[in-house]
């Protein structure tokens, strides 16, 4: 989202809404390929709390939680995939290092 104008992408605001009791800005997100991608900001945090999109025939939503600064940076420790409104997938984030040196050995094809 931070980098719409590198990739091409297009930002548009679709307004204001209250969803579940939370204020929120609902902007949309269309890249190069006419593929879009709406988040859901909230508008006391400006946190994006969820995003949603489509590819292929499912329906996917990501849920973003539990921010925290980790080195300066706001992080969500905690992210939720949906597809089709199944839960996929759940990610939880223990620990955030920044700065460290990743051999490029560890991004290689082990078959080729």
């Known amino acids: 989202l931070l980098r719409y ?5 297009t930002l548009k605001l679709l307004g204001k809404d209250k969803q579940k009791g939370l204020d929120l800005y609902i902007l949309e997100l269309t ?4 593929r879009s991608t709406r988040y859901y900001v909230s ?9 949603e999109y489509q590819e292929s025939n499912s329906k996917f939503s990501k849920r973003f939680a539990d ?7 706001l992080v969500p420790f905690r992210t ?3 597809e089709d409104g199944k839960q996929t997938q ?8 920044f700065g460290v040196k990743v ?3 560890l991004f290689k ?3 080729a």
């Open 103 to 105: 051999d490029d050995a």
């Open 43 to 51: 508008a006391r945090t400006l946190h994006v709390l969820w995003l």
């Open 109 to 111: 094809n082990p078959s």
């Open 5 to 9: 104008k590198e990739t091409g992408a």
């Open 31 to 34: 890249d190069k390929e006419q």
């Open 80 to 82: 939720i995939l949906m």
């Open 67 to 73: 921010y925290r600064y980790a080195q300066s940076t």
């Open 90 to 97: 759940e990610t939880r984030i223990l620990t955030v290092t």
